[in-house]
């Protein structure tokens, strides 16, 4: 037995269906009834097409990551996976899981593509002001690498929010979230992004007794820390040069924030 397909349509996005009747369908699912999951289809179809068509080049190419999506949640469910009423989240973070797979493997965005739109990124998100090429190709590099540290859910809300300068009430659907939960969401993970931007500046060569520490310096520098951490992080700085060298290197660089006019938080 094979997923429900559909012809390619130009739908759009509605409300978010009632969870506990998502509930009810994706039990009759896993009981092997298909024609529940033809109307799960109907209900999810035009926000799972709104998003591929914002991760896709064309038509042709959100039709196929529809279709592979959905046929993933289908082979989920009569497995006894998958969501149990979260259905449209639950789609859409498969949806966006088969984009990023299908872009790596074949190719489809370069690596220089990918820097400029992630230097594009570092500008809106971190806002540090590049003078030589050199350096701003440098920092690019580093932006990249501290994006990649983060949660797909933030590297979702900054890629829409900040590359395609979409506004939260666009992103909402998308993420199965209110226009304000956008702008939350946007804020924390621009602030995880500065973090992730400064531990990357670190080289990864702490020894064992300086690990715990250099691994939260990016956060200790924004002030991101919980108080016990904080606290642990103190006790190890009184007492290791090396640490403070690495924590006023990173001092300097968050500099540049206050500088170009964002201050932490």
Sequence with gaps: ?????????HPVSGPEPRGHEDAALI?????????????LYERHVATAYHLAHQLTRSPADADDLVAEAFAKVWDALR????????????LLTTLRHTAYDKTRKNRRIDLAEDMTELGRLAAGALTVPFSDPTVAGLERTLAAKAFARLPERWQAVLWHTEVKQQSPAEVAPLLGLTANGVSALG??????????????????TAPARCRATADRLGAW???????RERAQVKAHLDHCARCRTRAADLDNVNATFRHAGRHPT
């Design 79 to 90: 497995a006894g996976k998958g969501p149990h009423s979260a259905f449209r989240a639950y």
């Design 187 to 204: 804020y924390r993970a621009r602030e995880g992004l500065r973090q992730a931007y400064l531990q990357v500046h670190l080289a990864d």
């Design 221 to 227: 520098t924004r002030g991101g820390l919980a108080k």
């Design 1 to 9: 037995m094979t997923a429900p397909t559909r012809c390619r349509a």
């Design 27 to 39: 039990t009759a699912v896993r009981r092997g009834r298909a024609s529940a999951y033809g109307q």
